[in-house]
């Protein structure tokens, strides 16, 4: 990542150590992750230690320390949906995309993570892509939902 962005970043939030978060939010909604010479300027920046910002950067589920497809894809295995059979459905996404869980595809469009409970266990098993829930998730339309990202504009609205 460019490191005039990130300073460009930090300007608009005046360095202020109280807006941490927002600053890193900010760099990972360009980026798709969090660059280690980000973090460092961040740091220096902010004045902040390196563990903390490194604390906070490990501390939230949004943030990632590797890089990120366009899309995130993140397959509850929280009680329900693994009862609902949640790790057929991460088992066939990985099949789909030919990667396992917390890794990205080669063409950058997409990331795989097993997550804990999303919040949605009346809906298992429960899928979310990027902000966009899928609720009941069966074998078949694992294939229906990479289509559906895969589309040529990207937005996972379909083709
Ligand atoms: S267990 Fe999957 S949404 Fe709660």
């Given at each position: 990542?460019n490191?005039d962005?990130?300073?460009?970043i930090?300007?608009?939030?005046?360095a202020d150590?109280?807006?941490?978060?927002?600053?890193?939010?900010?760099?990972?909604?360009?980026?798709?992750?969090?660059?280690?010479?980000a973090l460092e300027?961040v740091s220096?920046r902010?004045?902040l230690?390196?563990?903390?910002v490194?604390?906070?950067?490990t501390f939230?589920r949004t943030?990632s320390?590797k890089p990120?497809?366009?899309?995130r894809?993140?397959?509850?295995?929280g009680?329900a949906?693994?009862v609902h059979?949640?790790?057929?459905?991460?088992?066939t996404?990985e099949?789909a995309?030919?990667i396992?869980?917390?890794?990205s595809?080669?063409d950058?469009?997409?990331?795989?993570?097993?997550c804990s409970?999303?919040?949605?266990?009346?809906?298992?098993p429960?899928?979310?892509?990027?902000n966009?829930?899928?609720?009941?998730?069966?074998?078949?339309?694992?294939?229906?939902?990479?289509?559906q990202?895969?589309a040529p504009?990207g937005?996972g609205?379909?083709?």
């Amino acid at each position: 990542m460019n490191l005039d962005r990130v300073n460009a970043i930090i300007d608009v939030y005046g360095a202020d150590p109280a807006c941490s978060l927002a600053i890193l939010q900010e760099i990972q909604q360009e980026n798709n992750y969090l660059p280690k010479d980000a973090l460092e300027l961040v740091s220096q920046r902010l004045s902040l230690p390196r563990g903390h910002v490194y604390a906070l950067a490990t501390f939230y589920r949004t943030f990632s320390l590797k890089p990120m497809g366009k899309h995130r894809i993140k397959i509850c295995l929280g009680t329900a949906c693994h009862v609902h059979g949640g790790p057929t459905i991460l088992e066939t996404f990985e099949r789909a995309l030919g990667i396992k869980a917390g890794e990205s595809t080669a063409d950058g469009n997409f990331s795989l993570e097993a997550c804990s409970c999303l919040g949605a266990c009346a809906q298992a098993p429960f899928v979310q892509v990027d902000n966009d829930p899928h609720n009941q998730v069966t074998p078949v339309r694992v294939t229906e939902v990479v289509k559906q990202y895969a589309a040529p504009d990207g937005n996972g609205k379909g083709a």
